[in-house]
């Protein structure tokens, strides 16, 4: 018998040119949208303690405050003075079933910004809030205060910035209010 010889077969070639025009318009559209996608996160401080406050009475340091409740918003400056109030307004919802309440965080930017100059007039250094809230606060009430005393929107060079106020945000319990506070009889 007598055996076909075969010429030798060249191997195939990959063709990757599609691919590598694909990856060429892949890569920068990707790299583009990573720019859109960003993370806030907000670092928060935990309120000075009862007991660092107790030792030396004189050497302690006078902490902004912004008590939140149901009827509206202080701010206290030293701790427990009331500089401001602001009132909450309620709002009725469009089902007529539960009011919510509207806080004046635009009147709270406009103070706390006097304030501020207020501090670097008298060459005071002050970054630092303590958000005092009572239980019945939501989610978003607390989000927009603290967007609110932590930076603003100025104009700077034609150009729209966030100027700083108070970036270092505490948070806490409010007081109980008066009414609240209920004495045990035996």
Known sequence: ???????????????????????????????????????RILNLQLPISAENNAMDPDDKPKRLELVIDSQGMLLNYPSGILLKSFASVPVESSDDVVAASSYDFHGLSVYLQDLKLTFQQKDIEKKDITILLSEEIDYQTIVSAMDTVRSFKAVVAASVVDAELFPEISLGDAPAAPDEVTEVVQ
Not at 9 to 17: R, W
């Open 1 to 39: 018998m007598r055996r076909l010889r075969r010429p030798p077969q060249q191997e195939a070639e990959l063709d990757i040119t599609s691919f590598m025009n694909l990856m060429i318009v892949l890569v920068p559209v990707l790299l583009l949208s990573l720019v859109f996608s960003q993370v």
